[in-house]
């Protein structure tokens, strides 16, 4: 076998960790598994988006945090993205022979949202549609989840579109983005050979 065949075959995989006043994170990531989630954040609105994701994305996953939710769930959102995304960003390595773009629209019954993004090393968030999300979710402002999904991005460096195309319920649509960003990733960071897929020759 070819050492760079043995290359490819290696499962990429990280972890990261954040302590603050405000948040204790521990995460493992494995870009090629299984779709195998066991989430913890105390937030179970959060556990759930993350276990779609992730699960969709067929990424491994294990994701403890202990966060100030006295005060509200706005550090933990925001930190386990930042976590996440700097695991994802590390597990990436140079991104040599990745997709780098991907794409997810899934229905959930009368709400449908999509996602779009590429890992080109340009953060980018774009969040559109989300004056159809109810104001509370999960006893929480709704604005937790922009903070979420920017957080995510900037930590990735990627270019991240998500659009709440229509739908009543907010845990739909919700469910849809999430859903469709493990599409996306799942997309993004598939391996075909080795070469860095810019016209460049090089990414951000």
């Given at each position: ?18 302590t603050?006043k ?152 919700l469910?849809?983005?999430?859903k ?25």
């Amino acid at each position: 076998m070819e050492n760079s065949d043995i290359m490819e075959l290696t499962p990429r995989q990280a972890s990261g960790q954040r302590t603050s006043k405000e948040t204790s994170i521990q995460v493992e990531l494995c870009l090629d598994g299984t779709g195998r989630v066991d989430v913890q954040t105390g937030f179970g609105l959060l556990d759930h988006m993350l276990t779609l994701t992730f699960f969709w994305a067929r990424m491994d996953l294990v994701l403890r945090c202990h966060g100030d939710l006295e005060v509200d769930a706005h550090h933990t959102v925001e930190d386990t993205a930042l976590v996440l995304g700097e695991a994802m960003r590390k597990a990436l390595g140079d991104r040599a022979g990745i997709a780098r773009v991907g794409y997810g629209r899934v229905p959930m019954d009368e709400a449908l949202a999509e996602v779009t993004i590429d890992i080109s090393g340009r953060p980018w968030l774009e969040f559109r549609g989300d004056e159809l999300l109810p104001p509370v979710m999960g006893g929480e402002e709704k604005d937790v989840w922009r903070e979420w999904y920017k957080a995510l991005a900037s930590a990735v460096r990627m270019n991240l579109h998500v659009s709440f195309l229509y739908g009543k319920n907010g845990h739909h649509l919700l469910e849809s983005a999430a859903k469709g960003l493990g599409l996306a990733l799942a997309q993004a960071v598939a391996r075909h050979g080795t070469a860095v897929r810019s016209t460049k020759g090089s990414l951000d």
